[in-house]
């Protein structure tokens, strides 16, 4: 069923995405780091394939997401834009990418589409990094705006704590989604404000909006992929819902695989070749084995 539904499905465009928001059809956005889980989350109709820079705490093992490096972020949008044809690719555009200057903002995402395939990027921020997400815009370079906390700025932000809980504070958070839709995003996230300030957004703002942990009220939601299957287990999220946890399956597989290896039952004779016969009793004579 889900191979015919992709085959009938068509390009995933900004246009399709603003049309879903209008009537209400609410966006599909995924974190996703790899060529399967890309062709696997494009088979079943995810909108949007996220490479987000989280996939380097994931998969390699950094402690936060500051200390992922361009080149990781690079390495996996590779390997989803292999992996996927449907839906619109977006890269998270890393710690200090496009932070510095216009200029840098613009090579750099220029890097991502050139080779990493990506259609799109996702830039974490507020109003000041707007001036840098417009160059990028201009460009020709779409991007979706990302507020509300921002991994990149967790010491200023006080940990990882929901953002928005006092007026001032809401407040804040909408003067930043204004300012990046000002400066041309397509759409903006609210990670893990309060829902009312994703709320306030998905009815005030002219382009959708997606929540990541900030309510069930936007036009779309976005979720980590590795959540959604406790694939990291040092931390999850309170907004994040494990729908299957693989860690038990893995383990068992990887114990059932380490016992009969050492009971010799793995591989079996199904798993293995055998020369012929006659092939077998040249090769015992020309090596002298007695067997």
């Not at 992709?6 to 928001?21: N, S």
């Not at 990149?152 to 006092?166: D, E, N, S, V, Y």
């Not at 939601?221 to 494990?242: A, T």
Request: net charge negative; with cysteine; charged share 25%.
């Amino acid at each position: 069923m889900a191979e015919q539904a992709a085959q009938k499905r068509k390009k995933v465009t900004i246009p399709m995405l603003v049309e879903k928001m209008k009537k209400g059809d609410p966006i599909v956005q995924l974190a996703v780091y790899d060529y399967e889980t890309a062709i696997i989350a494009d088979r079943v109709g995810i909108d949007i394939l996220c490479v987000s820079d989280t996939g380097g705490m994931v998969l390699f093992g950094h402690e936060s997401t500051t200390s992922v490096s361009f080149e990781e972020v690079m390495y996996m949008a590779q390997a989803v834009k292999r992996g996927s044809q449907y839906g619109l690719r977006m890269v998270d555009m890393p710690y200090m990418s496009f932070h510095l200057s216009a200029q840098q903002a613009v090579d750099n995402a220029a890097k991502y589409v050139a080779q990493g395939g990506a259609e799109v990027m996702k830039c974490e921020g507020n109003q000041h990094h707007a001036k840098y997400i417009e160059a990028i815009v201009k460009a020709g370079i779409p991007v979706q705006g990302h507020i509300g906390i921002t991994p990149m700025r967790m010491p200023q932000l006080g940990g990882f704590t929901a953002q928005g809980k006092t007026a001032e504070r809401a407040k804040e958070l909408i003067d930043d989604a204004w300012a990046m839709v000002d400066a041309g995003c397509f759409s903006i996230m609210c990670e893990v404000t309060t829902s009312e300030v994703c709320e306030y957004l998905a009815e005030t703002l002219p382009v959708p909006v997606i929540s990541l942990g900030a309510g069930n009220l936007a036009h779309g939601v976005h979720i980590i992929g590795s959540d959604l299957f406790h694939l990291y287990e040092k931390h999850v999220p309170r907004h994040s819902k494990i729908y299957v946890d693989l860690v038990p399956i893995i383990e068992k597989g990887l114990c059932d695989y380490r016992d009969e290896v050492r009971q010799r039952i793995y591989p079996g004779k199904e798993h293995t070749v055998f020369m012929k016969e006659d092939e077998l009793k040249r090769f015992k004579e020309m090596v002298g084995w007695k067997k």
